[in-house]
């Protein structure tokens, strides 16, 4: 279980006395449970991806509170880390090592010896499909074959808990419905809890047991798919998620901006 609770944090924009303090995120609060996968969505600049580094360690937050299976993120990271596998945009592998070799490195920086690595490499290798690519020099992979092997490494320890940032970018329809099933078999056959932001509304309607949809900063909505329906009263998710993430005046410019 990931749970946020109140978080802030801010960022200074500018230099010297011109410096100014932008708030990306003002607050946000939300709960991913076990053997489900939690949607985070928002507008570009509505502090997603910063709150997903501050839960994986990788921001100090200003204010609130990070549990990873109740270890606070900011007190006992690496007990925290522990528990946590990340896949972020940023999906560098090694290209001159083969898939097993990246997935075995991580595995190595996890404390676990070359066999278990590699033994956990093969089991990854058939719950993600990629057991061809295993041998394979990651240089010159596929969006969708460097994906697997990220994804991969990053449950080479076997974390109870996942964090996707925007996963499916530059992928394929093939590659995009394999990582689906990829998640649906971590949920249901190992209980884990998968949190993932994307702007994809389809992804979010197929694969989200709830969902949270932050905007300026704070949280604005959080609930499953059928009930942020009727709370907008509309029957398109996209429509509902425009209606919770946009204030009438955004709508507004933007449908203008359209219109021009």
Known sequence: MIEVNNLSRHFSQGKGRKATLVKAVDGVSWRAEDGAITGLLGPNGAGKTTT????????????????????????????????????????????????????????????????????????????????????????????????????????VHNPPNIILDEPTNGLDVLATRSLREALRRLRDDEGKCIVFSTHIMQEVERLCDRVVVVSHGRTVADGSVPELLARTSETDFEEAFVALAFNPEERAAAAQGSAA
């Open 52 to 155: 997903l580094r501050m839960v994986a360690g990788l921001l100090q937050p200003d204010s609130g509170e990070l549990r990873v299976d109740g270890i606070d993120v900011v007190a006992q990271p690496r007990a925290a880390l522990a528990r946590l596998g990340v896949l972020s945009d940023a999906r560098g592998l090694y290209p001159r090592l083969t898939a097993r070799e990246n997935i075995v490195y991580y595995g190595r920086l996890h404390g676990m010896s070359p066999a278990e690595a590699s033994a956990r490499a093969d089991q990854l290798g058939r719950v993600l499909d990629m057991t061809a690519l295993l041998e394979r020099r990651t240089d010159g992979f596929s969006q969708g074959e460097r994906m697997k092997t990220a994804l991969a490494r990053a449950l």
